[in-house]
């Protein structure tokens, strides 16, 4: 049989299945209550995709397609799901930035001044620029994690350094 008359989708092409957000190796997955149960739930749309896709017969080769990435889905978050370690926000020290914190800073210099960033602390399969919340293994969450209330601390903003002050602590 001829090339022209093969479908582009029977060219055997491995599907690409998007990857989890990174964690670095060796670091632990920390959540927050809210995240391991934002997991559970994607977990369980997940199962729903895959059942709704594995009862779909209409299309054998896309259906095929789906089920292999719905399949890797579900393989990547079940691991992310088993080194999950909750931690509770409460239960952290109010006076010290830690994971699950919500943190204001006031730029010192550096930057412009007066200027304030508020952010909670979370986990990284949790992190949400448009929501405020960043992962704790990002850069600005590690340069203020352990810092209290008054105390300065200089960010890494690419080849810029920020002079912040630490102006606000909630959990």
Do not use: C, H, W
Not at 7 to 12: L, T
Not at 54 to 62: H, K, P
Request: hydrophobic share 40%.
């Amino acid at each position: 049989m001829s090339r022209a008359f093969v479908k582009e989708d029977d060219a055997g092409e491995p599907p690409i299945i998007p990857p989890r957000a990174a964690l670095p190796p060796g670091v632990q997955n920390y959540v927050t209550p809210y995240g391991l149960s934002s997991l559970k739930n994607e977990l369980e749309e997940l199962e729903a995709q895959r059942g709704r896709a594995e009862a779909n017969r209409e299309d054998e080769a896309n259906r095929t397609r789906q089920l292999t990435i719905i399949k890797g889905q579900i393989n990547a978050l079940n691991e992310r799901l088993a080194t999950a370690k909750v931690v509770d926000p409460a239960q952290q020290p109010t006076d010290e930035v830690r994971f699950g914190a919500t943190v204001t800073l006031v730029t010192l210099s550096g930057g412009k001044p007066a200027t304030k960033r508020t952010f909670t602390i979370v986990g990284v399969d949790e992190a949400s620029i448009n929501e405020g919340k960043i992962a704790f293994v990002a850069p600005i969450a590690k340069a203020v994690i352990g810092a209290k209330i008054g105390q300065a601390v200089t960010l890494k903003l690419g080849r810029e350094e920020e002079r912040v002050e630490v102006v606000k602590i909630s959990y």
